[in-house]
């Protein structure tokens, strides 16, 4: 697993006008070429009156799986623009679609290209990056009163909590930088009094806006 690699912050649509034509990009996380495939048919029946609906994908810790198609639009113009960006802005596992409903004039091969471009770069900057680090999740099971004093320290170094559970004791699910676990372990050891219980659990990646 990748210690740390950019992706966009959540699946989303935004849309373009470029001289009368409509340009509507799709764009959603994907991790395998099977879903970016699943994704690109699903836009193609929801937009089948479109005049062309073209797509890119990148995916892989080595982005080994890229592909792009023209559906139609003169070769090079839509698809190879399209992946670009996302090349360009370092992203890993996404999937875009830019769904065309063409307005009456033609914009050539260079306006085709900065079309199809510039809907996917201003997509994603509508819907953000997000960087994605590869921690550890640490499972600290306590009693109820210590709650708020845990929490507090959380907030003031940091700590982000991945999910809570509560039952006759409170468990938190914390993200921890590799790096940074024995350092996290004695401290929340030391603030709790030794009153927690401690788990190393899966690894999982935190994610932390970059735009």
């Not at 836009?43 to 080994?64: F, L, P, T, V, W």
């Not at 306006?111 to 509508?126: D, F, K, M, P």
Request: glycine share 8%; charged share 25%; hydrophobic share 35%.
């Amino acid at each position: 697993m990748l210690d740390q690699y950019l992706t966009i912050h959540s699946n989303g649509t935004h849309e373009i006008i470029v001289e009368k034509s409509r340009f509507i990009c799709h764009l959603m996380r994907v991790t395998t070429e099977s879903e970016a495939q699943s994704f690109i048919q699903q836009i193609k029946k929801e937009h089948r009156d479109a005049s062309h609906n073209c797509s890119a994908y990148i995916i892989g810790e080595n982005d080994q799986y890229q592909k792009a198609h023209d559906d139609g639009e003169p070769s090079g113009t839509a698809g190879i623009p399209m992946l670009e960006v996302l090349k360009k802005k370092g992203l890993k596992n996404v999937a875009v679609v830019v769904t065309r409903y063409f307005g009456g004039t033609k914009l050539g091969a260079g306006g085709l290209v900065r079309a199809y471009g510039n809907a996917v770069s201003e997509a994603i900057q509508t819907i953000g990056i997000v960087e994605c680090k590869l921690a550890t999740i640490v499972q600290c099971e306590f009693t109820y009163p210590l709650l708020g004093k845990i929490e507090n320290a959380l907030e003031q170094r940091n700590y982000q909590i991945d999910q809570k559970e509560f039952t006759e004791k409170v468990l938190l699910h914390i993200f921890v930088n590799n790096d940074d676990l024995t350092n996290f372990i004695n401290w929340i050891t030391e603030i709790s009094n030794g009153n927690i219980e401690i788990t190393e659990g899966p690894q999982k990646y935190r994610e932390k806006d970059v735009t």
